[in-house]
C-alpha cells in the first residue's frame, strides 16, 4: 500500500514533511518525505490530507463482558475505527471484573475475533475492585492486561495503593489511579459552587480530587515507583503534578477532551449527557488544563468513554449514571483544541499517540520504518456537524452532539489494512 502525497505528522519521529508512506503487510517499510513514484496499483491519494499515527485511546470503558446493553468489544471496535482511534485501552470495570486470567482471555479472545481495532485490556489492581486484595497481575499479564487500574473504584487506603504500586512493578505495569475521595464526594452529581447551589444540585468539592492527586504523588515518591493519574479536572490537581514533575518524580497523567473543551456551565440545562466522573469544572481550570497541554504538564488526552443505555441517561440529573461516550469525537476534538488555543498540533498528537505508547510500554503511536501499520488519515478541512445517527456506539450520550468540528478520519488502517473509509 502506497499512502502519496499527504502531510506525514509523526511527533515521535518529529518528521512534519510532505511524502509518501510505503506499507508492507502489516509493517511500514519506508518513509519518502517529497515522494517516490510507483506501479503499485493498491495506492491511496493523501493529496491535502494529514497522515498521522494511529491514535491510542488511553482510558475507555467497553462494558464487555456484562453489561453488553450499553456497548461491547464489537460497537467499541465500530466506533473507535471511526473515529481514527486504531488502540483501545479497555478499563477493567466489567462484570466479571478483569481482576483474573479467565477474564482477560475472554476479552482478548472476543477483540481478535472481532479483528477491528487493537484492544489492550487492564487489569484489576484489586479483586473485585474493592480495595481489599491484590489482584492475579502474573496471571493477567501473560494473557494480554497492558497496566493495572480499580478505575471507577478509587484505591482508598494508601497502604494497599503501596502494595499495588510494588506488585504492578515487579511485572513491569503502570498504575493508572482514579483519583477520588469519596468521603469528599459523597453523593454529589456535579461540581460545587455557585452554580450548583443555584441550579439546587449537590456538589462534588475539587478536593475529592486532589487531596488524591497528592496522596498519590506521596505515594509514588515514597516508593520510587511510576504511577499514572486518570483524568485530572482542576487547576490545583494539574499544580501537584507540575511540582511533582519538577522535582523528577515519575509522574504522568491524561486529562479528558471534555475537560478540555466544556465547562460546568453545561449542566445548566440539567443535560445528563454532561454527567461524567470527574464533574465539569470552572473556566479557570479548563484554561489550566488546556495551559498543562502547552507546557508538557499533562501527557495524554484519553476519552474516558463510558456508554450508558438511553433509559439510564433518561433520568433526573441526580439519579441518571456517570459517563459520557468519546471515541468518535476524540480527533476533531484535538483539533479544535489546536484551532481555538494556539496548541502546537505535533504536541497534541503527542498526546493521543506516542505519549500513551510509551507510558503503557506498548507498541505503536509512530509512523516509522518497522513500526505497525497503525495510520489514521484525516482531511484537516472538511467541516461537518457531530449528530446522533453518526454513533457507532450502542449508547448515544455524547456531550458533542450537535456540535460542528473542523477535521476528519478518511481513513483508518490497522496493521496494513484498512478498517475505516469515510463513506
Known amino acids: 500500500m502506497w499512502i502519496k502525497g499527504g502531510r506525514i505528522l509523526d511527533p515521535a519521529t518529529n518528521i512534519d514533511a510532505l511524502g509518501d508512506v510505503y506499507v508492507e503487510g502489516e509493517k511500514i517499510t519506508g518513509i519518502y518525505p517529497g515522494g517516490r513514484s510507483t506501479e503499485d496499483e493498491d495506492i491511496i491519494d493523501a493529496a491535502g490530507l494529514l497522515v498521522i499515527p494511529g491514535l491510542i485511546d488511553m482510558h ?4 464487555d463482558p456484562g453489561f453488553e446493553y450499553k456497548e461491547d468489544i464489537y460497537t467499541g471496535s465500530l466506533a473507535a ?3 481514527g482511534i486504531t488502540t483501545v485501552i479497555a478499563m477493567a470495570n466489567t462484570e466479571p471484573v478483569n481482576d483474573s486470567p479467565a477474564v482477560t482471555e475472554y476479552i482478548m479472545g472476543k477483540a ?3 479483528g477491528l481495532v487493537r484492544i489492550l485490556p487492564v487489569g484489576a489492581a484489586t479483586k473485585g475492585q474493592r480495595g481489599k486484595e491484590l489482584a492475579e497481575m502474573g496471571l493477567m499479564k501473560a494473557e494480554g492486561i497492558v497496566g493495572i487500574s480499580d478505575d471507577g473504584a478509587p484505591i482508598e487506603d494508601a497502604f494497599m495503593l503501596r502494595k499495588v504500586l510494588e506488585y504492578a512493578a515487579t511485572f513491569g505495569l503502570r498504575v493508572i489511579s482514579h483519583p ?5 464526594s459523597g453523593s454529589g452529581v456535579m461540581n460545587e459552587g455557585a452554580l450548583s447551589t443555584r441550579l439546587g444540585l449537590l456538589g462534588i468539592p475539587k478536593a475529592a480530587e486532589e487531596v488524591m492527586v497528592a496522596r498519590d504523588v506521596i505515594v509514588s515518591e515514597f516508593t520510587r515507583i511510576p504511577i ?9 490537581s494539574m499544580d501537584i503534578v507540575k511540582r511533582a514533575k519538577g522535582k523528577g518524580l515519575p509522574i504522568s497523567c491524561d486529562v479528558t477532551p471534555h475537560h478540555l473543551l466544556l465547562t460546568e456551565q453545561k449542566v445548566s440545562s440539567y443535560d445528563t449527557n454532561a454527567k461524567m466522573y470527574p464533574p465539569l469544572r470552572e473556566e479557570i481550570d479548563r484554561a489550566f488544563l488546556i495551559k498543562g497541554i502547552k507546557e ?5 488526552i484519553a476519552t474516558d468513554h463510558a456508554p450508558h443505555a438511553r433509559d439510564e441517561k433518561d433520568l433526573d440529573f441526580d439519579l441518571a449514571p456517570f459517563g459520557v461516550i468519546g471515541l468518535q469525537t476524540l480527533l476533531p476534538a484535538i483539533i479544535k483544541l489546536h484551532l481555538e488555543n494556539d496548541i502546537d498540533l505535533m504536541k497534541i498528537l503527542s498526546c493521543v499517540t506516542i505519549n500513551p505508547a510509551r507510558i503503557l510500554g506498548i507498541e505503536g503511536g509512530t509512523i516509522s520504518p518497522g513500526s505497525r501499520a497503525d495510520i489514521t488519515i ?3 478541512n472538511a467541516v461537518w456537524t457531530f449528530t446522533e445517527d453518526m454513533i457507532k456506539s450502542k449508547s448515544k450520550n455524547s456531550p458533542f452532539i450537535g456540535n460542528t468540528f473542523k477535521g476528519k478520519v478518511v481513513y483508518t488502517i490497522i496493521n496494513g489494512r484498512i478498517v475505516y473509509q469515510e463513506g
Open 81 to 83: 475505527a471511526a473515529g
Open 112 to 114: 481478535k475475533d472481532v
Open 378 to 380: 484525516v482531511d484537516p
Open 60 to 63: 475507555a470503558h467497553l462494558r
Open 296 to 300: 508538557s504538564i499533562i501527557d495524554v
Open 180 to 184: 477520588e475521595d469519596k468521603s469528599l
Open 228 to 236: 499514572h493519574i486518570t483524568h485530572i479536572s482542576t487547576k490545583e
